[in-house]
């Protein structure tokens, strides 16, 4: 089925996606035009490429993702350094639940693509089974490893028929973007499917 992804503040960059690709790319007048039993998704803010967050390793396999049920003692954030090393330490299933926790709050920061070489089986599945993509570090990393870095690396444009990897941010323009950081994201869509929609 046709899905049809349009952004309050970039009505001219909508996206049509057919299965796990992008089938068209334009304004959304026309694109709804043109394929009227098109399931229509609209959102507020700007749809972009998606992030790339450079620092799969260290956010995947050195950092710890707490479970909601251990905020109280660990908070939401990452865990690093130590006291990371020894909540992974507690066994496989540890460092696989920590991983998929971290893949699931990369995707909410509009993350569809990571950077970095994965060594351990629970990151690499975590990874795989999420859609994620892989690619190259950037020369220069921004800042400390986070799941908002700044700043923030987005991937090249869009194209009809890559695949459908994409974000919606709640900004106004990507300046916004820039300055608010990644957690306004509110849907990231990773191979044709919504993998993270902003309650």
């Known amino acids: 089925m046709l899905t049809l992804h349009t952004a309050d503040a970039s009505p001219g960059a909508a996206v049509l996606v057919d299965g796990a690709h992008i089938a068209a790319l334009g304004p959304y007048e026309r694109l709804a035009a043109g394929h009227p039993g098109a399931r229509v998704r609209r959102w507020p803010g700007i749809l972009t ?3 790339l967050n450079p620092y799969g390793p260290e956010l995947l396999e050195q950092a710890y993702h707490p479970d909601p049920r251990e905020a109280g003692r660990l908070g939401t954030e990452p865990v690093f350094g130590e006291r990371a090393r020894a909540l992974l ?3 496989p299933s540890a460092r696989g639940a920590s991983a998929r926790r971290g893949v699931q709050r990369m995707l909410a920061h509009g993350t569809v693509a990571i950077a970095g070489e994965l060594r351990g089986r629970p990151a690499l599945d975590a990874v795989r ?5 892989v690619a190259g570090r950037p020369a220069r990393l921004p800042g400390p490893p986070a799941l908002s870095p700044v700043p923030l690396v987005l991937l090249p444009g869009l194209r009809a028929g890559s695949p459908a990897r994409f974000a919606v941010f709640d900004v106004p323009d990507r300046d916004a973007l820039v300055r608010n950081g990644a957690a306004t994201c509110v849907v990231t869509v990773v191979g044709g499917r919504m993998v ?3 309650a």
């Open 49 to 51: 490429p998606g992030l």
């Open 89 to 91: 330490g507690a066994g």
């Open 129 to 133: 089974g999420a859609g994620l993509a």
């Open 196 to 198: 993270y929609r902003r």
